[in-house]
């Protein structure tokens, strides 16, 4: 049975109730600025197989351990100067960073691998269940493998409801889409994993050079073997085929208004009454891409529910949020894109 926990009765005795039913190997959805996530005591591998489970997750895509300050990253990981300085400016915030683990992270919790990915979350409710745990907690997206990631609730509850221990309703996540994530190697080479709200350009301002791994932009050819595994999975996917239209808006508009009527247009805010007879889902506004990340994840839902033939999204530019948008979009249309 789940427990729904929702917005106003978020109360110290509930997320206490929260953090013991963690500590005790069980799950728990919470809220933080970026999506919500699907949480495990990530010392208790069992615990960690659960989430597993629970997401139809592939057991070689690792998991994101959340900690409740910087510093707790010294009890799972091997930190180093390029760490604390990303600490200093974005933590906490929506970063991860992969270190070399220690060995009270389970092999469950990595994936298998011998590093660990790290973030300290600046939602309120997260930062008090971690607390509240006393343990860090490891923690995917709360969705179904392969489905956007939930930026509500009521997403949760339809995916999730039965499987999962309680369920914390924080309301709209802000941020919208997943944690950036950046890896650290000893030799002091940092590359660029997942695009998120922190961007390239933020993480080169801290640290110097940043690689972009290839997997971020291009598709990866088949049985590759990305730095993050999860590259390599579908991933925010609705049900119809999604194609990005790489064209000026001009261009793209009149594409959109002779496609086939059962077509869904996914566009921008100021542009939803140009396509009488198709069904339009809002992007966020054109110029606003801090909107648009935000809007991302719960438009392909909105998109997907329709139950179109099709679905049509402009194609981002790959500067700054941009970079996010595009690899989310990419990832989404299996890089299906279209010159016009
Ligand atoms: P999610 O939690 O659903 O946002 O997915 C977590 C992402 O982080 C996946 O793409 C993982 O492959 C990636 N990830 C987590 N831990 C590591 C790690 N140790 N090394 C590389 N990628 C990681
Ligand atoms: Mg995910």
Do not use: W
């Not at 996540?173 to 940092?190: H, M, P, Q």
Request: with cysteine.
């Amino acid at each position: 049975m789940t427990v729904f926990i929702p917005q106003n009765e978020l109360s110290d005795e509930n997320i206490a109730a929260a953090g013991e039913i963690l500590r005790r190997g069980g799950l728990v959805v919470f809220p933080t600025e970026t999506v919500y996530g699907l949480g495990a005591n990530a010392l208790d591998g069992k615990a960690a197989k659960k989430i597993y489970a629970a997401k139809g997750r592939p057991s070689d895509n690792p998991l994101i351990v959340h900690i409740a300050s910087p510093k707790d990253a010294e009890d799972i990981a091997c930190t180093n100067e390029a760490y604390y300085k990303l600490a200093s400016a974005f933590m906490p915030g929506p970063l991860t960073v992969i270190l070399p683990k220690r060995e009270v992270i389970p092999s469950a919790t990595s994936g298998g691998l011998d590093t660990v990915g790290v973030r300290c979350p600046s939602h309120p409710v997260a930062h008090r269940l971690i607390l509240s745990a006393g343990v860090p907690i490891a923690a995917p997206s709360a969705n179904l493998s392969g489905k956007p990631s939930p930026t509500k609730a009521d997403h949760i509850r339809a995916d999730l409801e039965g499987k999962v221990d309680m369920i914390l309703d924080g309301g709209e996540a802000a941020v919208g889409v997943e944690s950036t994530i950046v890896k650290l190697d000893a030799d002091g080479t940092a590359t660029l994993l997942r695009p998120g709200g922190i961007t390239h350009e933020m993480l080169q301002r801290v640290l110097g050079r940043v690689d972009i791994a290839s997997a971020v932009t291009e598709a990866l050819p088949k049985d590759a073997r990305p730095l993050s595994p999860g590259m390599k999975y579908r991933h925010y996917a609705p049900r119809a085929p999604l194609t990005l239209l790489d064209g000026d808006d001009a261009r793209r508009i009149a594409y959109c208004q002779k496609a086939p009527a059962d077509t869904l247009l996914l566009v921008f805010d100021e542009e939803t009454d140009l396509f009488a007879g198709h069904k339009v889902v809002p992007l966020g506004k054109k110029a606003d891409k801090q909107s648009q990340l935000h809007r991302l994840f719960a438009a392909l839902i909105e998109a997907d529910a329709e139950d179109p033939r099709q679905i049509l999204a402009p194609l981002p530019a790959t500067d700054g949020l941009s970079l996010a948008l595009y690899n989310r979009l990419c990832r989404a249309a299996a890089h299906h894109i279209k010159k016009l």
